[in-house]
């Protein structure tokens, strides 16, 4: 029999590896695994042209870009992840610090090329604390901070990023992921004159919710931006997802309205997982945003989501430490928040 509380899935999002390894059909589950907006930017009718022509850069999806985001020193690529890879080949043979916890792909890309070092990523006073200590010690280094961090929720100010970034020598640069930044636009280091050692990662899917088109942007020096055009190569993103995006980064009322339903579906999420939390008691890292973290013990975080998955509920897991580990719960809609808090009450397991 297989044991159903192995899986333990890289990323969210794994709908067909999770109705495999449950027995329930894709149809039937509520994803929460994602940090996605789960009322994406409506896709209307698609001219046949986007799909028929080579996706040369439009200019109105430039422009788009470039209005949106507030500055047009911008690489677009196919999803953020691709510059994830590509950076590490790029920059100069140093150390690199990383979160210990945050999205691990990044530690993943920078471990073949350099030697890597992490710093405590729960907390604020942790990350900061640690990171200052690293940077007096040796200024000769990379930083990879992801702000705010996926999935502890921890949000680093600009002013504290730029001084940081002023005291790496020798090439080194700040590296920053801000995938989350949409809500929060006002922290954003795009708002501030970028040094030539800071990198800006800004991810298109999560708060449009349309993951699927893969589309990301970064912010860079010149010479930087042309360095990962010749390794990424022509075409990185296609004709739809440059169709889509010319509309939606434009479309400011839906954004706003976007931002309050995000609020409000904090709020619908935070209620139907309520008699979890007065059950467990888990330490609350995050309960803003796309996502809301909760920290526990591993034995727990592992009974839990498993016996949420029996129910038809994804949610993500990740590890900490042998001993804690942070459950990522993504946002419900209306008609989802009845059905979660159905199963939390009516199952005497939970």
């Known amino acids: 029999m297989k044991d159903k509380s192995?899986?333990?899935?890289?990323?969210?999002?794994?709908?067909?590896?999770a109705s495999e390894h449950y027995g329930i059909p894709v149809e039937q589950w509520i994803d929460l695994s994602t940090g996605m907006n789960p009322e994406p930017y409506p896709v209307g009718d698609i001219p046949l042209s986007v799909f028929t022509e080579l996706p040369?850069?439009?200019?109105?999806?430039?422009?788009?870009?470039?209005?949106?985001?507030?500055?047009?020193?911008?690489?677009?690529?196919?999803?953020?992840?691709?510059?994830?890879?590509?950076?590490?080949?790029?920059?100069?043979?140093?150390?690199?610090?990383?979160?210990s916890v945050g999205y691990q792909e990044h530690a993943k890309s920078w471990q073949t090329t350099h030697q890597t070092h992490f710093y405590p990523s729960l907390t604020i006073e942790e990350q900061t604390g640690?990171?200052?200590?690293?940077?007096?010690?040796?200024?000769?280094?990379?930083?990879?901070?992801?702000?705010?961090?996926?999935?502890?929720?921890?949000?680093?100010?600009?002013?504290?990023?730029?001084?940081?970034?002023?005291?790496?020598?020798?090439?080194?640069?700040?590296?920053?992921?801000?995938?989350?930044?949409?809500?929060t636009p006002d922290h954003s280091l795009l708002n501030r004159a970028i040094p030539e050692n800071v990198i800006v990662l800004r991810s298109f899917g999560k708060f449009f919710g349309l993951a699927g088109i893969r589309l990301g942007f970064v912010f860079a020096s010149q010479e930087l931006r042309a360095q990962l055009e010749q390794t990424l190569g022509l075409w990185q993103v296609n004709g739809p997802a440059q169709y889509i995006a010319s509309q939606a980064l434009v479309d400011v009322e839906w954004q706003h309205r976007a931002c309050?339903?995000?609020?409000?579906?904090?709020?619908?999420?935070?209620?139907?997982?309520?008699?979890?939390?007065?059950?467990?008691?888990?330490?609350?890292?995050?309960?803003?945003?796309?996502?809301?973290?909760?920290?526990?013990?591993?034995?727990?975080?592992?009974?839990?989501?498993?016996?949420?998955?029996?129910?038809?509920?994804?949610?993500?897991?990740?590890?900490?430490?042998?001993?804690?580990?942070?459950?990522?719960?993504?946002?419900?809609?209306?008609?989802?928040?009845?059905?979660?808090?159905?199963?939390?009450?009516?199952?005497?397991?939970?």
């Open 56 to 99: 040369y850069l439009k200019p109105e999806f430039l422009s788009a870009a470039a209005t949106y985001y507030g500055s047009d020193n911008f690489v677009a690529v196919s999803g953020s992840q691709s510059a994830i890879q590509a950076l590490p080949l790029l920059l100069p043979t140093l150390p690199v610090l990383l979160p």
């Open 6 to 17: 192995s899986f333990t899935p890289l990323h969210g999002g794994n709908l067909i590896a």
């Open 260 to 350: 309050e339903q995000i609020a409000q579906m904090q709020v619908h999420t935070q209620n139907a997982l309520m008699p979890l939390y007065d059950a467990y008691q888990p330490i609350v890292l995050n309960d803003s945003g796309l996502f809301i973290s909760w920290l526990m013990k591993t034995e727990l975080a592992v009974l839990l989501a498993d016996k949420l998955a029996q129910q038809g509920i994804l949610i993500r897991r990740i590890e900490c430490s042998d001993d804690q580990s942070i459950l990522r719960f993504g946002l419900l809609t209306q008609d989802q928040t009845i059905a979660v808090a159905i199963h939390c009450y009516d199952d005497p397991v939970l």
């Open 130 to 183: 640690f990171i200052e200590t690293s940077l007096a010690e040796n200024s000769s280094q990379h930083l990879v901070v992801i702000n705010p961090n996926n999935p502890t929720g921890v949000k680093l100010s600009p002013e504290v990023l730029l001084a940081w970034a002023s005291r790496l020598t020798n090439g080194g640069c700040l590296i920053v992921d801000e995938a989350f930044m949409d809500l």
